[in-house]
């Protein structure tokens, strides 16, 4: 009988720890100029809407140069220096380490260069010529950066920066920071195309699945996928000029600017998915991989045992191909040509 | 000069001659004409294009206004100090400087006056829509034909917008998947009324209130929307149906004050709604396409697309989507059409206006396009006022 009694207060106890009881949750809204959405699986929602839009709104404050009011903008404007947060201290980091590791290609000081070709808050009229791009150049490097304690040095006033290339992976970082802080092991949060992902989806605890999508001419059109792929825990961020671009004597120009030469990228590369454990680093190389060219970029990751990338190219013939670095073809899911141990 | 040097030399003449053109264009104001222009009706409507033409200063120079109002005469001088002013517009087409005339008079006399003109040799750019009737629609298609040398380009300005063209293509590249329905509007909450100073008639100021000047509501405002459904789909309606009323400005007026016109386009397998209020102004202009894959939202200088629910099935089978720069939606789950607000219509169709004369091109709003919109209008007033189903007679198919 006592037997029987703990056996059954030992299924009642495991039953109630199955994981299967949790399902997902839902979260979206608007911030930096598009959408988010968060899904989490919990017993219970415990993540809020609200907070949500606070941290996206306090990260607005800290790094968007449309706000003339943030952070980054009152550093853009200074002479000198500025007392920075924690966001921007981040953000920073990150940036100067992938500004040594892209040998210069990623560099945040690239905001004058970025505005004269038009991706700034003021709008232009023409674009610049050579002259104009080499003038401005002598304001664009990292190096002319420093941090001592919580100050923000710049060697030059005209420098100024520009992180739009990793605010949305670093913004997507702190979302999960907050998310986990609240005891959630399993998550999706998509920020302007740009993924972090933690665990399995419930119930089933099934591999989450991400699309990457594939390059369509017009924003008017509907969404394709090109791939569907189950990454490990980490980040998935993707580059790629199909949407943004300038048009200039009938050639398009990518919004994706050199920092070396301040000139759009201009190669084979139509985008690039890049994995990293965090959307950070994702976010700061996916960008420098597309400017880089699909050589140099493979070469590279080879460097950068943390990384993996999917790219689609344009071929000399003109037709479309894709190809894969390292690690990253191990979380394909829907190649039918080969059988896998997707090793989830 | 040996044989192969000259005939080198002449090759590169003739290709010089050949790239003339271009070279006239790209030495700009250097050998740019200006067009020399008369205004022929000084009402709200011809005071806003001349507004509208001073900023393009180089391209048009107004020499001579006329109109029957002394009140709208002196008006006008006041924006234009110095021209030539004539009652009769006669008189005017016969000064031999002027090159073209902008026709902005009540809409019974938009045919004899643009017979005029065009007798007269002059270009002509001539408010919407183009005749007061029928007949006179198909009498000015066979007079422009009889003057080939000369422009006639009709007011209906949206065909020149930039916006309005991203739609049309947007329509021809499938984006928005078959269309079945159009919904415009054009509200206001007023009376529609002018003030008529002393010594003027009711009919003289507001010819819009009256059947035997003015096309009514649908001639003034809906003809904008009508026309544009038939330049972006290359068609007409087959059948018209309408009614209406003046449900409540009980003023003498004849025109209604509330209109509501369904056209049904066979070919296209279209219905086409278009409706005007003078009593409310919530909605103001709305112009929205509808079809299978997305719907366009139109106001007068800005367009949303909304994409249909169904185009994004594939993305039900993933948890997330990775895209480079995502698209920058609205709050309301919409995409801007275009990305910043571009200028008044007019001013576009001013623009190529100029381009047609100095280059002697046809217009994309020109004596045919305007004719099957004039016919549309006054098929939809006929419905209204008859309370008969309006069908598209073989006639109405005109051809340059």
Redesign the interface.
Known sequence: MRFAITILLFFLITAGKQPSEKRPWRLSG?AQ???W?I?YYATDSIVQQHPIDSILLQLDSSLSIYKPYSLISRFNQATDSIVTDIHLRNVISASLQTWKATGGIFDITIQPVTQAWGFGPI?VTELPDSLTISNLMHCVDSRYLSMKGTVLFKQKPCVRLDVNGIAQGYSSDVLAAFVESKGVTDY?I?L????R?KGK?YPGALP??????G?VE????????HK?ISPPDGA?????????FVQSGGQTLS?IIDGRTGFPAKNELI?V?VYAPDAITADAWDNSLMAMGLERALKTLQQQPSLAAYFIYRKKDGSIADTASTFFDKFMIEEKSRTRDTGN | MSRRKFLHQAGALASGLLLHQQLLAAFGSGIQQTINIGFIGCGDRGRGILHIMRELPSEFRVTAVCDVLDFRLQEMLKDAPGVKSYKDHRKLLEDKELHAVIIATPLNLHYPIAADALAAGKHVFLEKTMTYNIPEASKLVQLAKQHPAQVLQVGHQYRYVPLYFKVKEMIEKGYLGKITHIDCRWDRNWNWRRKVPAGYSDKQVNWRMYKAYSGGLVAELLSHQIDFINWAFNTHPDEVLGTGGIDFYKDGRETFDNVQVILRYNKENMIGNFGATCGNSREGYIFKIKGTKGTVALLVNSGIFYPEPETRKELQVVDGVSGATKIEWNTDGGIPILKEQGKDGTWYALKDFYTCITEKKQPTSNVITGATTAVCVHLANAAAYTNTIQKWKTSYNFSS
């Open positions: 608007f100029g598009t959408t959405h899904t709008k999706m998509e302007g195309g740009e993924i992902l989806k989450i699945r991400i699309g990457i999508e390059p017009s924003e008017f059109q509907p969404q394709m996928l569907v998935i961020t993707t580059s790629g000029s199909y949407r943004k919004h985008s998915t």
